[in-house]
């Protein structure tokens, strides 16, 4: 049986991003990094990159601080959208640059992963070009999974799907399929997130034609921007790394930000809330006039109807090439707020009284992800002690925090009223659509009675690692990439030393200190100890917060957040022992965008705490 010091499941950018920080601090640790696919990316691995896909981000903003993505080696010029040939390009040569592309096991596919008593981890594996799918088992000391929030398509079964006899398939396929926007002569594009309209773009520009549903019992079409907003043209991956507009957006793991007397003021004031409350309402209207959704009866339909305070990173950026309306007003796109009823062959079936029939060569479903990890952890019953989505039962309510935290009600039921005390607006529900359904609880979409049981939500320490006392004893698992924001490249560098910094119990502010005694006696590095209540209170609050703060998109589900980022690294960085504040001077810290140039030397500073 092979033996690792590390494997990594998953060999996106998350996954490269932990696998290269932990090599470089453990160079002589054997290391295995599984991905199921058969290139390196994960969303911008080779089977994933679709027509027309390009990065939500501009140039400079969506790169590892210590590999910067250079115009003369990469070709692409500021203020320009990176393509997903090129980020794909660019994450090969993150992994030789730093030496782990020899430590690569490509299409390969992590089947289970098995906690031994002692520690350490027994997974089985299949290679994906095994057609007898022959299972083999490898060991490990340390896990780190990496497989995101983007994995696992979330595919229910649509009534009379057997008999279209046309390709159907979820988004996350459409390179696959790719031959259709040349073979297709009308195509049937489902849901209105960023991926439907990048669908709904690809085959019109095209020529071909596109019946684009967006169901009026969900949640809307998605916030679309583009790169510039406000009156003042501010680049809007910059805008939400600016560290005093942070002030205006309610973040529970704030603490190691500073600047608490404004920030309280902001929030806990009857003056400060109106005026946070304008400067949400100035800025989603800026975005909806910059976008003339009002400018033609069509586009009114693409009007996002939630709230833009609680939209999450299900927001999108208009990065295409071309004006994206034209084929909207020239009739090759036709927007239709309509529930599905059922699929027949080469149909699509509205659920309208018209009973409205649709021609459909092509249907692409955009209907989301799975919100759990895509392989089972063992011994039964483990996930809740780690701190995945289980299905909670009456029995597991109440039951000690280490054997589920999700489970706590006592605890949950505080941390609510924590959160709302301290940010009263978050007292006030986000209005839902009234008509809002699941989407298996419309016609069309039926799925299996164990898929429809409510889970619960992530809850891992700084969504990092499990909070429990087994997992901060043997400190052998870790999560990343499973929060999600506009900063993905640097939370990647960040989060990989971290979690470096935490399987060898060198955090400055290390959770694991709250059982270090029971393991060893060993104190922490600087001497400070944590208590195991604070750490199981951190952890419920912090992934608690997402169901008020984002409640339409996953942050009810697992951290997805904007404006809170930066807050979020200064979190890591305090943990870290690294300085916090990385600007010159209190006005470029309040005023300066933070970016991947920042945090470039942090591997640098950490190893300088322990020379």
């Given amino acids: 049986m092979e033996q690792f010091d590390l494997v990594v499941v998953g060999a996106g950018y998350y996954g490269l991003g932990a696998a290269k920080q932990y090599h470089v601090t453990h160079p002589d640790d054997s290391l295995a990094i599984f991905d199921v696919n058969a290139s390196v990316g994960g969303v911008w691995s080779n089977e994933r990159i679709y027509p027309c896909l390009r990065s939500n981000n501009l140039l400079g903003t969506y790169e590892y601080p210590d590999f910067p993505m250079t115009t003369k080696r990469f070709g692409v010029k500021p203020g320009e959208y990176i393509p997903g040939e090129v980020m794909h390009e660019y994450l090969e040569a993150y992994a030789r640059e730093f030496g782990i592309d020899q430590h690569l096991r490509l299409s390969t596919k992590v089947i289970s992963a098995e906690h031994k008593p002692d520690g350490g981890w027994l997974l089985e594996i299949h290679s994906t070009e095994d057609e007898q799918k022959t299972l083999t088992q490898v060991f490990t000391k340390r896990l780190i999974i990496a497989t995101g ?23 996350k396929d459409f390179q696959k399929y790719r031959d259709t926007i040349s073979s297709a002569k009308c195509v049937t594009v489902f849901g209105g997130t960023k991926s439907g309209w990048d669908a709904v ?31 003042f043209k501010v ?117 309208d009284e018209e009973g409205t029939i649709l021609k459909s060569d092509v249907f692409i479903a955009v209907t989301g992800w799975k919100s759990f990890s895509p392989l089972k952890f063992l011994p039964e019953g483990i996930d809740r002690r780690i701190g995945l989505p289980y299905v909670l039962n009456d029995s597991d309510k109440d039951c000690s925090p280490d054997e589920g935290l999700a489970g706590q009600t006592a605890l949950i039921e505080r941390a609510d009223q924590v959160i709302q005390e301290r940010f009263p607006s978050l007292k006030t529900p986000m209005k839902f659509n009234p008509n809002y359904k699941r989407l298996t609880e419309t016609k069309a979409f039926k799925l299996n009675a164990s898929d429809l049981s409510p889970r619960t939500p992530l809850m891992l320490y700084h969504f990092m690692v499990p909070g429990t006392a087994e997992f901060l004893r043997t400190k052998d698992l870790a999560f990343t990439g499973y929060s999600t924001n506009f900063s993905n490249g640097t939370c ?21 200190s709250a059982v270090a005694s029971e393991v060893d006696g060993d104190e922490m590095v600087d001497g400070k100890s944590m208590k195991l209540e604070e750490v199981h209170w951190q952890t419920i609050l912090h992934n608690r917060f997402g169901k008020w703060r984002y409640p339409k998109d996953t942050g009810s589900k697992s951290p997805d957040f904007i404006f809170e980022a930066v807050p979020f690294m200064d979190m890591m960085m305090a943990d870290l022992g690294l300085v916090v504040h990385r600007k010159k001077g209190w006005f470029k810290e309040m005023t300066e965008p933070y970016g991947p140039e920042d945090y470039a030397t942090i591997n640098e500073e950490f190893g300088a705490r322990f020379v």
């Fill in 235 to 351: 680049w809007i991956e910059k805008l939400v790394n600016i560290r005093w507009l942070h002030w205006f957006a309610p973040c529970i793991w704030g603490q190691d930000s500073g600047y608490h007397g404004i920030k309280s003021f902001w929030h806990s004031t009857t003056i400060g809330r109106a005026v946070t409350k304008a400067f949400w309402n100035i800025l989603a209207q800026d975005v909806i006039s910059i976008m003339k959704f009002d400018s033609h009866p069509e586009l009114k339909k693409l009007k996002p109807t939630s709230s833009a305070m609680h939209t999450g990173t299900a927001f999108g950026i208009l990065n295409y090439e071309t004006d994206f309306y034209e084929p909207i007003r020239n009739g090759t796109v036709r927007i239709h707020e309509k529930d599905l009823s059922h699929l027949s062959k080469g149909r699509v079936h509205l659920d």
């Fill in 201 to 231: 773009y690809a085959y019109a520009t095209h020529g071909v034609e596109v019946d684009w549903i967006i169901r009026p019992t969900g949640h809307g079409p998605v916030w679309m921007s583009p790169s510039y907003v406000t009156p």
């Fill in 149 to 171: 929030m983007l994995s696992e398509p979330f595919m229910p079964h649509i009534q009379g799907q057997e008999q279209y006899d046309k390709p159907l398939f979820h988004s």
């Fill in 492 to 512: 990647a560098h960040i989060q990989g030393l971290w979690i470096s910094a935490f399987f060898d119990g060198k955090l400055a502010r290390d959770p694991g």
